[in-house]
């Protein structure tokens, strides 16, 4: 299911139903109980009927996914017939909804994300939220192949063994917990902080990194002195 707040709407189909009866159905939308409002329109009649949801705004994230009650109610003959059925978002549009809950200026699509990946030097889950608040909707993350791509030339080129991610991916809302800009690149997948997993975390061991990391032209490539725990942070 594809269920998101602005430019998705559902669309319900009553199957059982000669057309005569059908277009006499009551359709009726109610919050499934995470203050997700009531849908727009909240009720019609007729065969089929779409609604778009209209949750209240959640500038600091939702942390639970929408979902509505949906009702279908026919009287025929003064007799009362009614269905009603739950819809939940997944896992992966609740990620996506943090997006247009926190007016992020871009809304990834699904298939913007995945739930597995990585490559021999960089495991999925430090890409992805190895880490701590940056990202709790495990196994999804967004990691741009520029990233994974980035990175490797960024290993190769410094040649001193491994580099460690303190953080990849972050979700919106954990990306506001961490502290990030509110355009962090690590909320689009193309941004990774480091420090070496092999040699003591000096200031000189800091700018092998950099340097190495500056010869793949990235977008951003901070200083020692940019954060307080001296983390190298490069985009892509
Ligand atoms: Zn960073």
Known sequence: MDFLLTGNSFGLESQRLCQRLSI?????????????????PSSGRGSTFSFVPNPPGAPNGRGSPLGYIITATLTLE???????????????????????????QSR?????????????????????????????????????QTLIDKLEATRTNYNRG???LSSGYRCP??????GGKPESHHIYG?????????????????????????LTNPLESFFWNTYDDHHYHAAW
């Open 78 to 104: 003064g007799r009362i017939s009614s269905d009603a059925a739950a819809v939940v978002q997944d896992d992966l549009d609740e990620l996506r909804q943090e997006y247009i809950d926190m007016g992020k």
């Open 162 to 164: 491994g580099i460690r």
């Open 24 to 40: 006499q159905i009551e359709w009726g939308i109610q919050d499934g109980g995470n203050n997700s409002g009531s849908g727009t």
């Open 173 to 178: 809302h954990g990306n506001r917990i961490v």
């Open 190 to 214: 193309r941004a990774a902080d480091m420090f070496s997993a092999s040699y003591t975390w000096t200031e000189d061991e800091f700018n092998r990194l950099k340097a190495a990391a500056d």
């Open 108 to 144: 990834p699509g699904r298939s913007s994300f995945s739930a597995s990946g990585g490559t021999a030097n960089f495991s999925w889950s430090e890409l992805n939220g190895g880490f701590t608040d940056g990202n709790p909707h495990p196994p999804w993350g967004m990691v741009t």
